[in-house]
């Protein structure tokens, strides 16, 4: 998060270079503002800790940069709420996980429905920062006996973008690497129901709205798309093949913001 978004929602903030694990642990531990001094004693610890920082794809910086800034910041933020006593951690996966995002050339997924036992092969540093990002989660988690919850979030769609849905799906094959997926308004929620939500563990959960981005049924489109690709189970009506299953069932998620009725009230405006 900016510091300038952090100051248009009003939160506070504090720069930190989380690779530098003293920073990382600093941050945890420090004032965010000038009236934690007039309480008298030394900052308490957060209740929960949300990780989203990260380079956030390829071809911003160098794959090695990429990669290295990811695992390392995600291993000090753990860490360090661990070694505070956190034993809550949400930290930002990604779809990218499942290894079509950023492949070389076309590559078909192994399955559909993409669900969290997937066997998730990214062939670049961002999916691959990712891929080891929840590896480190599970260890600590086991290490601490903590809830970490690693949100595989999917392609986020700001509600000043809704207008580019009909263009999304014109073209159907630009949106394979994203697994016609979506995430509209709901992202928060779904945080707020991991921060509510205790005695998991470790959890990697799909972040994602329920439908599929197409404009005819899941099971035909993705037969149309994808041919070679095989399916697991029946898909019902526009289900996502980016399956929120799991968050539905563990979590209690419930979809507020269908992108659809969201692009239909912003046609109505």
Not at 44 to 53: E, I, L, M, R
Not at 60 to 79: Q, W
Not at 157 to 163: G, K, L, M, N, Q
Request: proline share 4%; glycine share 6%; charged share 25%.
């Amino acid at each position: 998060m900016t510091l300038n978004l952090c100051k248009f929602l009003g939160l506070k903030d504090l720069a930190a270079d989380l690779t530098d694990s003293g920073q990382t642990f600093n941050a945890r531990s420090t004032h965010f503002d000038f009236d934690g001094f007039e309480l008298g004693h030394v900052p308490d610890k957060p209740d929960s800790v949300v990780h989203f920082a990260a380079i956030p794809r390829v071809v911003l910086e160098p794959d090695n940069k990429t990669f290295s800034a990811n695992v390392l910041s995600t291993y000090n933020a753990i860490e360090a709420a661990m070694k505070l006593g956190v034993w809550k951690v949400i930290i930002a996966s990604s779809k990218t996980t499942y290894g079509v995002c950023f492949a070389e050339g076309d590559k078909d997924f192994h399955h559909f429905l993409l669900e969290e036992d997937y066997d998730v092969d990214p062939m670049d540093s961002y999916g691959l920062s990712k891929v080891v990002n929840e590896k480190t989660a599970r260890a600590l988690a086991a290490g601490f006996a903590a809830d970490i919850y690693a949100l595989r979030i999917a392609n986020v769609i700001a509600p000043h973008d809704y207008e580019r849905f009909p263009a999304f799906m014109a073209k159907p094959l630009a949106q394979k690497r994203n697994a016609w997926s979506t995430i509209v308004c709901d992202l928060g929620q779904i945080l707020h129901h991991c921060i509510e939500k205790n005695g998991f563990g470790f959890q990697v959960f799909n972040a994602v709205n329920n439908t599929i981005m197409a404009d005819e049924p899941a099971a035909e489109f993705l037969k149309k798309w994808c041919p070679n690709t095989v399916h697991t189970r029946a898909l019902e009506g526009f289900e996502a093949s980016l399956s929120n299953r799991k968050i539905r069932e563990v979590l209690g998620f419930k979809e507020e913001h269908n992108w659809r009725n969201e692009l239909q009230r912003g046609i109505a405006v």
